[in-house]
């Protein structure tokens, strides 16, 4: 009799775990198409922050750095982007670390991880290529584009710069 008690108890907690995991509500709608990630970074970025944050610190100690580019006065670095495939950057203030121009692209148009910045010289000939993370991808109504540079010593990233920009 004892047995018949275990059984008919794991009977009815079968039963009733598997009418629990029954009732669980189809899901409805459409995720719709992927957005074009190319068309989220086309367009005026102006630094909003900067931080740096260093990867060798057992602690990664993070320092807010903006006002190495934004005092209130000048007008902080923008960098366009634009539809061609080719980018500006205007500085006033702060150390340029994107060139002054040149081409832009994403290592991967579906999936990206880093932007990539061909700059070229006053004639158009080109001279570096520079290569960034990206803090997200970028949605075309998203207005935060965040460009991580890991700043490396004997090949190993030692700092990494993290550039916040806001759209225009």
């Known amino acids: 009799m004892n047995i018949a008690k275990h059984i008919l108890w794991a009977s009815v907690a079968i039963l009733l775990t598997g009418g629990w995991m029954g009732c669980k509500p189809e899901l409805q709608g459409e995720l719709g198409e992927p957005f074009n990630k190319l068309e989220g970074m086309i ?20 320092r807010d750095l903006s006002e190495l580019y934004i005092d209130g006065i000048v007008t902080p670095l923008r960098i ?46 080109p001279m570096d290529t520079l290569q960034y993370n990206l803090g997200a991808v970028v949605r075309p109504h998203d207005d935060l584009l965040d460009i991580v540079y890991d700043r490396p010593c004997d090949g190993d990233p030692v700092l990494a710069y993290t550039f916040s920009f806001n759209r225009q």
């Open 43 to 62: 367009g005026v970025w102006e630094m909003g922050s900067f931080s740096q944050t260093d990867l060798q610190s057992p602690l990664t100690e993070v």
């Open 80 to 125: 366009t982007l634009n539809e061609d495939f080719t980018y500006s950057v205007a500085i006033e203030k702060g150390r340029n670390y994107f060139g002054e121009a040149g081409t832009w692209s994403l290592d991967d148009e579906e999936h990206p991880t880093y932007l990539i910045l061909a700059t070229e010289d006053a004639e158009g000939m």
